[in-house]
């Protein structure tokens, strides 16, 4: 299996951004779909971004479309969630997750590989 390491994590206001990172192990890495998936308190993980082995196609949950943007960079094995206009109800935990097959997919159930996850506090 992959390691997956997240950073980028933190505290911020309402309104700003954060870029989280995902570093991953594997050298085949361009072969895997990457995801992020959040987990609010008192809530279940949820999907936010996904994106092929190639980063030719993404995939967004409605909740974070036009705010949050999925990147890779296959020569550093690396994943990014760039996250703009943040919202209270975006604190969350987020993770990494890696699926052994290049096509993206939106359910956490495909994902076989998963990071330990980075908090991110949006305060108002």
């Known amino acids: 299996q992959v390691q997956l390491v997240e950073s980028g994590g933190g505290l911020v206001q309402a309104g700003g951004s954060l870029r989280l990172s995902c570093a991953a192990s594997?050298?085949?890495?361009?072969?895997?779909?990457m995801g992020w998936f959040r987990q609010a308190p008192g809530k279940e993980r949820e999907f936010v971004a996904a994106?092929?082995?190639?980063?030719?196609?993404?995939q967004y949950a409605d909740s974070v479309k036009g705010r949050f943007t999925i990147s890779r960079d296959n020569a550093k094995n690396t994943v990014y969630l760039q996250m703009n206009s943040l919202k209270p109800e975006d604190t969350a935990v987020y993770y990494c997750?890696?699926?052994?097959?290049?096509?993206?997919?939106?359910?956490?159930?495909?994902?076989?590989?998963w990071g330990q996850g980075t908090r991110v506090t949006v305060s108002s």
């Open positions: 997750a890696s699926r052994r097959i290049f096509i993206p997919s939106t359910r956490e159930s495909d994902f076989g590989s």
């Open positions: 994106i092929s082995g190639d980063g030719g196609n993404t």
């Open positions: 594997r050298r085949t890495f361009s072969g895997y779909a």
